[in-house]
């Protein structure tokens, strides 16, 4: 039994001693496949590691080539793009640099012209309060609406001495009148005009910044004219002139003084009616001296009129007498023609039947005798009827022909 333990012990170490063994070559063996594998992995590893270098320096050459000469395709379509804009840029900074120059020198010039009108604009400012201040002075307007009052009469076509007369001396009783000018009409007639300038109130008005004033200044303005209709009907110019209608015309030698008083007061016209003046600015004016222009061409039309009706029964006898003239002439012709074919009968009847006559003979020439025709139209008669007026009434009227 003991044996048997024994040898089972044996048995058991025995076992377990060539586990032990099998176990530590085991694990040897597998330290040295271990490391076999190692070594094997890192050689492959490093051949695998090589390759791939290698292969990557490979691909990473052909893209860097690659990329190198897109990079220069690339630059170069680049260049073809971006040069025309370059030289564009040019241009424009040309351009700009240009218009630089010249906003440069404009601006000099703008502001060497803006002091040039300052200071024209300060002269007439000047001159104006000038003109004003003169206008201001009655002699002065006065001068200045005889000189508006003669352009205009000139300006209508008419002359001095022969249409107008120009400042002249009326006598009355009691004294004497000198109207600025007389317009003469036909039949002796007369028309006198007188010109007026109120212009103090008038300016003020116009320089006036306050409605207020102005208002006030306009109606003083259309007092002003209103005094003068009010003098110049009272000096009764037709009882001086008889031949003149009872009518006088105030002359205002600007629209803008006749249209200020009248949009004032509207009833300025009817106050000058009613004192038998007209109130006329130059446009109204060149309308009158036109009618006093178609007045003198109706009158010489009328003393013309006998002259005209003595030369118009002159130039019937003369066609009368022309027109018997004519007749005669015809006849006279009418009778040519009948001698010439008496002429020819006798030629035809007489002599070339003789002549034909030699021709048989044979003792005519080569020369034909050419066969003359009588004339067949006769003179034709002047048609002059008597409703036309040309012949007197009292003839007998010829009567017509024809060829």
């Not at 003198?296 to 013309?304: K, M, P, V």
Request: hydrophobic share 40%; with cysteine; net charge neutral.
């Amino acid at each position: 039994m003991e044996l048997a333990l024994i040898a089972i012990a044996a048995l058991v170490a025995g076992f377990a001693a060539g586990w032990w063994l099998a176990s530590r070559a085991r694990d040897q063996q597998q330290d040295q496949m271990r490391d076999a594998f190692a070594a094997l992995a890192a050689s492959t590893l490093k051949a695998s590691t090589d390759e791939f270098l290698k292969l990557a320096d490979q691909k990473i050459g052909n893209v860097h080539r690659d990329a190198a000469m897109d990079l220069g395709r690339r630059q170069q379509e680049l260049g073809s793009l971006v040069t025309p804009i370059k030289d564009a840029l040019v241009q424009v900074d040309a351009k700009l640099k240009e218009v630089e120059r010249t906003r440069i020198n404009d601006s000099a010039n703008m502001r060497s012209l803006l002091s040039v009108v300052g200071h024209t604009q300060q002269q007439l400012q000047d001159e104006t309060q000038k003109l004003v201040r003169a206008l201001r002075s009655p002699g002065v307007r006065g001068q200045w609406g005889e000189v508006q009052l003669r352009k205009v009469v000139e300006l209508a076509g008419m002359m001095e001495h022969c249409d107008f007369d120009q400042q002249p001396t009326i006598f009355r009783e009691g004294g004497r009148l000198r109207p600025d000018m007389t317009i003469n009409l036909p039949n002796g007639r007369t028309i006198v005009v007188d010109a007026k300038a109120p212009l103090e109130a008038f300016l003020d008005a116009q320089g006036a910044t306050d409605d207020g004033v102005r208002s006030g200044k306009l109606a003083d303005h259309v007092r002003q004219v209103k005094d003068h209709v009010t003098k110049l009907g009272n000096k009764a110019y037709w009882d001086a002139l008889p031949s003149s209608p009872e009518m006088v015309v105030l002359f205002l030698p600007a629209e803008a003084i006749y249209m200020a008083a009248l949009e004032r007061d509207s009833s300025l016209i009817d106050y000058g009616v009613k004192m038998n003046v007209l109130i006329a600015s130059p446009l109204t004016l060149i309308a009158l001296l036109r009618a006093a222009s178609f007045g003198w061409n109706q009158q010489r039309l009328t003393l013309n009129a006998e002259e005209i009706s003595r030369l118009g029964k002159a130039l019937h006898e003369s066609l009368a007498t022309m027109a018997e003239h004519f007749e005669d002439l015809r006849k006279r012709m009418d009778g040519t023609f009948s001698t010439f074919n008496r002429v020819v009968g006798s030629f035809e009847n007489n002599v070339l039947v003789k002549a034909r006559r030699f021709r048989e003979l044979g003792a005519g020439s080569a020369k034909e005798i050419p066969v003359i025709d009588p004339l067949e139209t006769t003179a034709r008669t002047l048609d002059v009827p008597k409703q036309r007026g040309l012949l007197d009434p009292d003839e007998d009227e010829v009567p017509s022909g024809g060829r």
